[in-house]
C-alpha cells in the first residue's frame, strides 16, 4: 500500500503530469464557461424575441377588440333592423370604415344577412365562448387555413362583425408549431385564436402563479399577456428553437484549447522552477551555503543588548540571498524544515557557546515551524545540544507563531515540556494570528513579539495604531514580557518605553550581524553601527 501510495505521490509530482492536468481543467473550464454564457445569451436573445412577438401581438389585438367593439356600437346605434339592401348596403359600409372589420352581419330568428353573401358566413350555432355584459365573444370560428375566414367574432344585440386570420399575422408571423391561445374559465381551457391546439395547463414544470409574464420551460416559452378582462388571459406559447450557436462563438473551442495549453506550459515551467528551487535549497543545505545571522535585541532603557534572534538565511554562490519568504514556506511543505532548525541550533551553538557560558544572563531565540510544535522531538534535540556545549536551557528561547499552533492541545503540551526544562517560549508576529485574551492564558507563554506593522503605525491615523497598545495592555494584564520588532525611529522607541515596553530590537539599534559581530557587540558592550546584511560577512 505504502509503495503504490508513493508511486502516485511520485506521479502526481512531476512536472509535465501536473502541466497535463492543469491544461485539461483550465480548457474545459474555460470551454464550460464560454458555452454556459453562449447558452445564456441564446437563452435571453429566445426570451427577448418572444417579448417582442407577444408585446406587438398584445399591441394588434387591442387595436382589432377596440375596432370590433367600435363598429358593433355604430351598428347598434343605427336604426335599420332587418335585411333589406339598405342594411347590407350599411355593413358594408362598416367594413369600409373599420380596417379590422372582415365581415359584419345581422341576425334575428328567422333572418341572417351580411356584407358577403356569397361566403358561407359566420358561425350561428355555437354558443358564445365569452359573455360579458355588452358584448359577446366568438374565439376560432373557423379552422381553416384560409387567411380570409373569421378568426374573432364579437357581437352585440343583433349584429355580429368578425376579423380574419390575416388581420392578425400581418403583424407576426407565428413559427410552426406555435399558438396563440385565449385561456378561461379561471386558466382550466384554452381556445387557440391561431395556430394548432395546445394541451392546457401545460403537462411540463412550469410557475404558472409567478408574475413574470414571460415563462421558459425546458420545451417552450409561454408568454402570458396583461389584459384588462379577469374572465380571459391571452397566452402565446411557442416552441424553443434549437442552440444556433452563432459563428463567432465557435472559435470558442480553439481559443480555449489555446488558452488551456499557455496554462499548460506555464504550470510546467512553475512546477520546474519550484523543483529546481527545491533541490538547490537541498544542495544549500549539503554545501553549507545557509548561514545563521543574529538579530539582536535590546533593553529600551539602557540601551543594553539582552539576546538576539537566530535568523536563517540563504547565499548563493554568486553573493545573492534568497528572501526566506520564499524558501521557508517550501522548506515546510516539503518537510526540509526539521533539518533547518537542527541546523540553525547546532550552528548557534557552535558559534555563541563560549559566549552563552560567559554571559549568563544572555539568550538566543530560535523559531519554530508548526511541524515541531506539533511533536516533542524538538525537546530531546536541544537536550543533546545543551548538554554537548554546557549551555543552560533558560538561554535558549523558542518563538512560535499563532498560526502555526494548529492542535492547540497538543501544542501546549510540548510547549510546557519545553518550559518544564527552563527554555522561554515567545509568541512572535502576535497580533497577525487569531489570538484572543482567552485563548492566550490557555498557553505556556513568556513573552509577545509585537510584529513590526504595528510597531510602524504608532503615531499616525492608521486604523492599526491602536493595535500595539493593546497588545502591550494585554500582556502586562497577564504578567508577560513584551519585545516590540521592527524599532526604526528614536521615536518609536520613546513612545514603547512609555507605555511600559522592555525590550526591543530593529534598525534602530542594529542591523541582522553575523556571529563574529554579535560577539564583539557583546564583548566590548557597546552597539555596534548599523550596517545592511549584505554588506556583512
Known sequence: MAATRETLRSWFYRPVFLAMIAAVLSASLLIAGGMFAAMRQME??????????????????????????????????????????????????????????????YMDASRFCSNRPRQEGLSLVRAPDIQGPTYSYWLNTTTEPDENRAALMLGRGNFRVATSRGHLTDMVDLSPGSSLLVVLDHGTRAIPVLGTAQTWPPTEPWPPKSPDSLQVTQTRLIYRMPTDNPEYQLVLITPRTGMHVPAVWWWLLPVCLIAGAVVGFLTLLLVRQRQSLNAELHGAIRRGELQVLYQPIFDLDSRNCVGAEALLRWRRPDGTLTSPDLFIPMAENTGQIRQMTDFVLQRLLEQLGQLLRANPQLYISVNLAACDVMVP???QVMARLLALHRVAARQIAFEVTERGLIDVVVARENLQALRDVGHQVLIDDFGTGYCSLAYLQTLPVDCLKIDKAFIDALGHDAASSGVAPH??????????????????????????????????????????????????????????????????A
Open 377 to 379: 522531538r524538538i525537546g
Open 471 to 536: 497588545i502591550i495592555h494585554m500582556a502586562q494584564a497577564l504578567d508577560l514580557k513584551v519585545i516590540a520588532e521592527g524599532i526604526e525611529l528614536e521615536s518609536q522607541a520613546a513612545l514603547l518605553s512609555s507605555e511600559g515596553v522592555k525590550f526591543g530590537q530593529g534598525w534602530l539599534f542594529a542591523h541582522a550581524l553575523s556571529a563574529v559581530q554579535f560577539i564583539e557587540l557583546i564583548t566590548r558592550g557597546r552597539r555596534l553601527a548599523a550596517r545592511r546584511m549584505d554588506d556583512e
Open 44 to 105: 435571453m436573445r429566445e426570451s427577448q424575441e418572444m417579448n417582442a412577438q407577444g408585446e406587438r401581438f398584445l399591441a394588434r389585438l387591442e387595436q382589432l377588440f377596440g375596432q370590433l367593439r367600435e363598429s358593433l356600437d355604430d351598428l347598434e346605434a343605427q336604426p335599420l333592423r332587418g335585411c333589406d339592401e339598405e342594411m347590407i348596403a350599411t355593413l358594408q359600409q362598416v367594413t369600409f370604415n373599420y380596417r379590422f372589420v372582415y365581415e359584419a352581419a
